[in-house]
């Protein structure tokens, strides 16, 4: 079976991206429940037809929007390490860190997220994915024993998260570099002699 050509994909990809906007659009000032499949191909300007090539129902196309914020979410959360064993918190540069950039561009979602409760379960997957990553990847976090690792995992998550809630909810006041470069300074202020140990590394 011959795959389909670069132009056909790159329609695919648009005409899903369309959708995904419209859906988002839509639940800034409607609740999912009143929105319609005409709703969301009206405001993406497509045909009934095309939603039902790639989605059978709106709670496809918005699972669809949220795997793809939370895949982004995971790489975004490991750039600064993924191809280091260890890594000191002193020497790491800002501008390594990238969930800023990723919550900015994903602003639409994170701002139903921190605003409304239209998607408090996707806000709970948020917190416990920070918590999870924290937990899996990093094998070691401190020369004190008597740090819990799972507590201090709920404490970097919540703080990670409080810090994306005030930022949406000051309308992006900040730039996401200056996001990164606080949440730097908060970590090196708490943590300042840990060297981390990532099982991640790809070297």
Known sequence: MLNSSPSI?????????????????NMLF???DDISITDIVKTADLNRGTFYKHYA?????????????????????????????????????????????????????YTLVVTTSILVNFRNTVYETLKRLYLDDVTEI????KID?????????????GLITEWVQSNFKYS???????????T???????VYRSNLSQA
Do not use: G
């Open 9 to 25: 994909d790159r329609r695919v990809h648009k005409s899903k991206a369309a959708l995904k906007q419209a859906l988002l659009e």
């Open 30 to 32: 409607k609740s999912f």
């Open 57 to 109: 129902i709106k709670e496809e196309l918005l699972d669809d929007i949220l795997a793809d914020v939370m895949a982004d979410l995971i790489q975004s959360y490991r750039t600064p390490y993924l191809h280091y064993q260890n890594f000191n918190i002193q020497s790491l540069n800002a501008s390594a860190i990238k969930i800023f950039d990723h919550v900015f561009a994903n602003a639409t979602v």
């Open 142 to 145: 401190s020369p004190n024993p």
């Open 149 to 161: 690792k799972e507590l201090l995992a709920c404490y970097q998550a919540n703080a990670v998260f």
């Open 176 to 186: 996401s570099s200056y996001m990164a470069e606080q949440l730097l300074e908060f």
């Open 188 to 194: 090196r202020l708490n943590r300042a002699d840990e």
